[in-house]
């Protein structure tokens, strides 16, 4: 075991050298080069390029190659339910969703959360929408006092995802539940009767309202076990979830466009099972993959 341990954290190890590197942080490119160098020639050297495409081939195989390890089927027995914001990558997402099998369980439903859902325009149709969906479902499905897209959240939240089995709302409220969200063309529901997931992977999308993708967040993170919130490098809706957070922990990861990123996305999936929140990924404050 003590082996098992030691080979994982080695491995983790090297994976945030490489992200490091795939985000151009080389040995030797980054600002401690400059210590104990004459001004002059700290002056002289030549302003950092962009990688080409190229250079992602290792780090991109790398990841490939120590993801089943590093996950060591962690995510077995829970799985995980996946929400496109809109203007989501479907590539994107399918690369994510093989991501969560390698992990070791499933994606059980991917949802789209359709644009009238988060237009601003269109909120007086999500307020009036939801306090008739409370209503119709009873008391305890929603917290007091939840504000317009904290409620459409946790309305979501409880047409996809539970904090535990035990949790979960009657199978035909939760169907119920999903007709109405997408019969008012807020939410696309996969075909079948997909079951709800403990863990939610949210991609994001273009160009949504902080103080909306801040409710809408915050409301799933209120009923479902984990959510994280993953976006490619440098996203402009995580960067605002991030500077103004939600009141629930959600953990975020950018840099999904590259296989580093999409590793990290999986393993914070595995770490908000016991520790929710996070900052990971390419610009992540914590650090580029949860190291837990």
């Not at 994982?8 to 151009?24: C, D, E, K, N, S």
């Not at 009036?128 to 499905?141: A, D, I, K």
């Not at 696309?188 to 009767?193: A, H, L, S």
């Not at 809706?237 to 103004?244: E, F, M, P, T």
Request: aromatic fraction near 4%.
């Amino acid at each position: 075991m003590v082996l098992v341990i030691s080979f994982r954290q080695h491995i983790l190890t090297l994976v945030v050298i490489f992200m490091a590197l795939a985000a151009g942080v080389a040995l030797g490119g980054g600002p401690l080069s400059d210590l104990g160098r004459p001004a002059e020639a700290a002056a002289a050297d030549p302003a950092p390029t962009e990688p080409e495409p190229a250079d992602y081939a290792f780090t991109d195989a790398f990841a490939g190659y120590v993801a089943s390890p590093l996950y060591a089927a962690r995510l077995h027995g829970h799985p995980v339910a996946i929400l496109a914001l809109p203007g989501a990558d479907d590539d994107l997402v399918a690369a994510l969703t093989g991501q969560v099998q390698a992990a070791g369980t499933q994606v059980i439903g991917t949802y789209a959360l359709r644009r009238t859902l988060v237009d601003p325009g269109e909120k007086t149709l999500v307020d009036t929408l939801g306090l008739q969906l409370v209503t119709q479902l009873g008391p305890g499905v929603v917290t007091d006092g939840a504000t317009t897209y904290d409620r459409i959240g946790q309305l979501v939240g409880r047409a996809v995802a539970t904090t535990k089995r035990s949790a979960t709302m009657e199978a035909a409220k939760v169907s119920s539940l999903r007709a109405s969200l997408k019969g008012a063309g807020l939410l696309g529901v996969p075909e079948g009767d997909p079951g709800n997931a403990p863990l939610v992977l949210v991609v994001s999308g273009k160009d949504l309202e902080p103080v909306v993708l801040t409710g809408l967040v915050d409301g799933l993170a209120a009923v479902a076990r984990g959510v994280v919130l993953a976006g490619p490098t440098a996203d402009a809706d995580i960067a605002a979830l991030r500077s103004s957070p939600p009141a629930r922990p959600v953990a975020t990861v950018d840099g999904i466009e590259r296989g580093a990123g999409q590793v990290a996305a999986v393993l914070a999936l595995i770490q908000v099972l016991a520790t929710p929140g996070g900052s990971f990924g390419a610009s992540g404050s914590d650090s580029p993959v949860p190291l837990g």
